[in-house]
């Protein structure tokens, strides 16, 4: 399998000479693949938690005499925090920890705990456009209009999502083999390792419906009613989604929008591939590179950056909103084919004064109306992580 360089890989050996580093992501996105390059890089040594051997050296805390050292999936341990907790304070001066997991990583950004300041999460996600084309992220575009560099490689991508391993063979076969083993790895072993869910049979059930939601505002009581168990528990499970990088959640921007819906929210894969339908697939393509910019940009100080989307009670929508700084920067709006600016996107770009893009399948298309340009992906999307 073809091993891609990954745009992080400088950002996090320069980190590293500094703090603790985290590294969080989902299962099989190639974070170890990335945490082994960067220790060879360093003449450090990599432990896997899962490894027999490495996870007797890990817990005897051999390790913590080296200056270089990955301890990799790492959240898998039930008592990890306080294991860093007390080697950051004893060691911290001489070693050089970074640490990846598939879940968890973030919970000390959340809790005020004694480790905060002292590391940098990241989060590696699936390639992009942008990351298949250049390991340079780029900085912050000054100018949405003005990104129109043509690449190659958007229909591959479309169809086998952007996790390394079935986009570098690009085979349906070996897309729907990888898929399946992904989904009763995330089932059988993650969920039973964090969770205490034991409805497992009801839980791939929820997940196999999920696909056919993407991009609709969200109803947790009418999945509910489709498995037979109550709101709540709908509502947990899909949080468990989300603590696995199996989705992630974009809700409604409301300020300065008279009527706005302020409560249901929407979601996406971070493996599009599993969408079928296509509008939604490419809805779901964009919004990953969205969200994965959004997220790079602010885990390297470039500025805080969110994602969300613009619904009115009188139904008028647009895909995606990106604020910076809290104050809204630019909108997105996802379509196949459609060359001529969506109403609704003209309506809200004068509403709020700021940019719409409306970035289109469909090759060969770069034309601004105003405050508004449709563009073809393959001449947009380059300019994102």
């Not at 990799?72 to 060691?91: L, M, P, S």
């Not at 997991?101 to 940098?120: C, P, V």
């Not at 950056?305 to 619904?311: E, K, N, P, T, V």
Request: overall charge positive; proline content about 4%; glycine content about 4%.
């Amino acid at each position: 399998m073809f091993v891609y360089p990954r745009n992080l890989f400088a950002h996090i050996l320069k980190d590293l000479n500094r703090k603790f580093v985290f590294l969080a992501g989902p299962r099989q996105v190639g974070k170890t693949t990335l945490a082994e390059n960067i220790m060879k890089k360093l003449n450090g040594i990599h432990l896997l938690y899962e490894d027999e051997h490495d996870r007797a050296k890990i817990l005897k805390k051999e390790y913590v005499h080296k200056s270089w050292v990955c301890l990799d999936e790492f959240h898998k341990f039930e008592r990890w925090k306080n294991h860093i907790k007390g080697v950051y304070d004893k060691y911290h001066k001489t070693l050089h920890l970074l640490l990846t997991g598939s879940a968890r990583l973030d919970i000390f950004q959340k809790s005020g705990d004694s480790l905060m300041g002292r590391y940098y999460l990241y989060h590696l996600y699936p390639l992009s456009c942008g990351e298949l084309h250049t390991d340079v992220i780029p900085t912050l575009p000054q100018d949405m209009h003005s990104l129109t560099s043509k690449i190659k490689g958007i229909p591959e991508l479309l169809k086998f999502g952007g996790f390394p391993e079935p986009f570098s063979l690009q085979s349906e076969k070996e897309h729907l083999r990888w898929s399946n083993m992904r989904r009763n790895l995330i089932i059988r072993e993650d969920l039973r390792e964090l969770t205490h869910i034991q409805l497992i049979g009801l839980v791939e059930q929820l997940m196999l419906l999920l696909p056919s939601k993407i991009g609709s505002l969200f109803s947790y009581r009418s999945l509910a009613e489709d498995i037979q168990v109550g709101v709540p528990t709908i509502q947990n499970w899909i949080q468990v989604f989300e603590k696995l990088y199996l989705l992630f959640k974009i809700s409604p921007y409301s300020k300065r929008i008279t009527r706005a819906i302020q409560r249901q929210p929407k979601y996406y894969f971070y493996d599009w591939s599993q969408v079928e339908d296509e509008s939604s697939k490419f809805e779901n393509f964009i919004a990953s590179h969205l969200w994965k910019a959004v997220q790079v940009w602010t885990d390297l100080g470039e500025a805080n950056l969110s994602l969300h989307f613009l619904r009115d009670r009188e139904k008028r929508e647009v895909d995606f909103l990106i604020t910076k700084n809290e104050k809204p920067w630019f909108m997105v709006e996802a379509k196949l084919a459609e060359t001529s600016p969506s109403e609704n996107l003209l309506h809200f770009s004068r509403l709020l004064n700021i940019p719409g893009i409306q970035v289109i399948l469909k090759e060969g298309i770069c034309k601004r109306h105003g405050n508004i340009s449709v563009i073809s992906a393959d001449q947009w999307l380059l300019h994102f992580p």
